[in-house]
């Protein structure tokens, strides 16, 4: 592969073109008042995404650009009182910010195709079947890359302060795991406790959240030996918001409310 498709759906294996066809027990999952996410493998090719991953390591992995927010040392020596824990988002992993048009990540993803293909029609109607409601039309994208114990802390996504989000929106991943990727797990809170797993280790795997609510991404391990390019775990994702705060409904290819 030399450059993406332009279209999302030409990655997608049966089993995900059935999601925007309207066909998939998928669609309308995240409209479930308490379902706020969903994990699925085998809805991108393997092949198709193993040659994606390839195009990645070879034009984007050398322009991506550090995220790193360790633990602050003050979280622990600055407590005054027993108990009183408070840890910010902690993460370690790398990004590039398909939004910053000046930078050359941006410059170079344009290149092959990956800014086209997040921005295509089908991914966002693939989006919006697994909401079960309409987005709006402008939506975020993001590429993310970890490696070997690479992770992203406790956290849960909410944004007070933009209103386009303060009440709720969708983010939707494409998990891209190298052969030597041996692990890695996001775990999120239900009922209050993090007491909910899913593996993202995962080649062709989709992973959409509903948010905001509390979860993580686990330090990803790699198989002892394997080399560098194999131990990474590449994750395009989908930002966007419902198009209204009006009551979930099924976007117009489903045949009935929260299951097509």
Not at 33 to 58: H, I, K, M, N, Y
Not at 128 to 136: C, D, E, M, Q, V
Not at 206 to 233: C, E
Request: with cysteine; proline share 8%.
């Amino acid at each position: 592969m030399h450059r993406f498709p332009d279209e999302f759906a030409d990655l997608l294996t049966a089993a995900g073109r059935a999601v925007l066809a309207g066909r998939s027990p998928l669609c309308g999952a995240l409209a479930a008042p308490r379902t706020r996410f969903v994990a699925e493998a085998g809805l991108v090719s393997e092949r198709r995404g193993r040659a994606a991953a390839r195009l990645l390591d070879r034009a984007l992995y050398d322009l991506l650009e550090p995220l790193e927010q360790p633990i602050p040392p003050e979280s622990i020596w600055q407590m005054t009182a027993d108990y009183g824990e408070l840890l910010p988002k902690t993460a370690r992993l790398k990004t590039a910010y398909l939004e910053r048009r000046r930078e050359r990540a941006y410059r170079r993803a344009e290149e092959i195709g990956l800014v086209a293909m997040l921005r295509s029609e089908s991914f966002a109607a693939f989006a919006a079947a697994l909401a079960g409601r309409a987005l709006r039309r402008h939506w975020g994208i993001q590429l993310l890359c970890y490696g070997p114990g690479d992770y992203i802390g406790p956290h849960n996504d909410h944004h007070p302060e933009e209103p386009a989000a303060r009440r709720g929106y969708l983010d939707v991943h494409v998990s891209l795991a190298g052969r030597g990727v041996a692990q890695q797990w996001l775990v999120y809170a239900a009922q209050g406790h993090f007491s909910r797993v899913a593996d993202v280790a995962t080649m062709g795997g989709v992973t959409a959240y509903r948010l905001p609510f509390w979860h993580y991404t686990t330090p990803l391990v790699a198989r002892p030996g394997a080399a560098p390019a194999s131990a990474r775990r590449w994750g395009p994702f989908f930002t966007g918001s419902h198009s209204s705060q009006m009551r979930p409904r099924p976007p117009p290819q489903c045949r009935r409310p929260q299951r097509c």
